[in-house]
């Protein structure tokens, strides 16, 4: 799925989050933070955020143990002007109502009705995204595995299932507990008799990265060839985490990033300082990011895979056509019927995409001028880039900004 502009406010029965009253806040507003910057979900957040404070006065944030981040035990008794965090059971959304502050939550409500203003990832967008991908695999049998207790997972599991159905698949969910300190990894023992269990070849979805690092793990024990006999796919683009397993692990970027931007735009509209905001914002997934453990490649052809992955590797250096010729032991002309019969593009279109989606990361996540993203994206000029976006997506590198999630609020301060 590629990036995409957040969604508007979403408006009806679902959202019944009235924005608390503005007030003044002290010259320098005191923002807390519920957020854990132990996983790559959280850090990526706080880097929108950042991000955002960047661009706009800064807050005070305070620091406990050198990490911007209170426990539930200190939150509950905070007494700054706003809050960030990430809010899931009705203790912890009535804790934070009755402190009468500014807050804003970044996870699904535990019912239909969001309990605080939102700011959220279109979880059940992103388990349509997975099944597209798997589906186009040719797979037809579909694992889960996720936590039911916790809404993010359901909704993931929601758009993956059904997507799945309407297709003609037959898909199964697993339940599997996240463990409670996520600097720990899921137990692959967990998932054997699962993998077991389901037909092949397979397409597994694991609701998190760490849950799809238990499942390769699973796989490389019980001997199964991935991505031929299993598929796998995570979420949340963790790039450490994802290039550590084996084989590589692809993954749903899950728009962490544009999270923390305009939960920060929200929390200053609430605290005063911004003059609109939506009640609550769905941001759209990422784009997949398409590693060995789900690259339907992998096995067509060897050499066809080496070339896309070495134009991957060097996706941000300016790279042409004898370069990956040279990476390879085809001749040019063989390699060039191998990426017509299978991708139904030449070597050349291959790279400029490559470098296009690294172009469209830097003008979603940045403020970057033309010149310095083309020149780190691989593009020769700034020409060639603007040429390449009329090309592969009909509009120009300026008007693809506007219409990304960091662009789109009227989030000048008021």
Known sequence: ???????????????????????????????????????????????????????????????????????????????????????????????????????????????????????????????????EHLLRLGRRNFLFFGDPRLSFCR??????????????????????????????????????????????????YGATDRIAFGILEACRKRNLHVPSDVAVVGTNADDILCQLATPELSSVDSSSFQVGYHAAHMLDHLMGRSPTAPELRLIPPGPIHIRASSDNLADTDPDLAAAIRFIREHATEPIYVPDVVRANRLSRRSLEILFRKFLNRSIAEEIRLAHLNNAKSLLEKTSLTISEIARLSGFSSAVSLEAAFQKFEGTSATAYRRKTALNTPSDGPA
């Open 1 to 131: 799925m590629s990036s995409q502009s957040p969604a508007p406010a979403v408006d009806g029965p679902t959202s019944r989050v009235g924005l608390r009253p503005r007030r003044l806040p002290t010259s320098v507003p005191v923002v807390a933070f519920g957020l854990p910057l132990d996983d790559s979900y959280g850090r990526q957040i706080f880097q929108g955020i950042l991000a955002y404070l960047r661009k706009h006065p800064r807050w005070q944030i305070p620091v406990r143990n050198n990490t911007p981040y209170l426990p539930w035990s200190s939150l509950r008794r905070w007494r700054g002007d706003g809050i960030i965090g990430i809010f899931v059971s009705e203790e912890q959304f009535a804790e934070v109502e009755r402190l009468g502050i500014p807050a804003v939550n970044l996870s699904p409500p535990m019912g239909t009705v969001e309990r605080l203003p939102t700011v959220r990832v279109d979880d059940r967008a992103i388990g349509v995204a997975v099944a």
């Open 155 to 204: 909704l993931r599991y929601e758009g993956f299932s059904s997507t799945i159905k309407a297709a003609g698949g037959r898909v199964s969910s697993e339940a599997i507990p996240l463990h409670p300190d996520v600097g720990q990894l899921i137990k692959s023992g967990w998932y054997m008799e699962a993998i077991r269990r389901v037909p092949k070849p397979a397409g597994v």
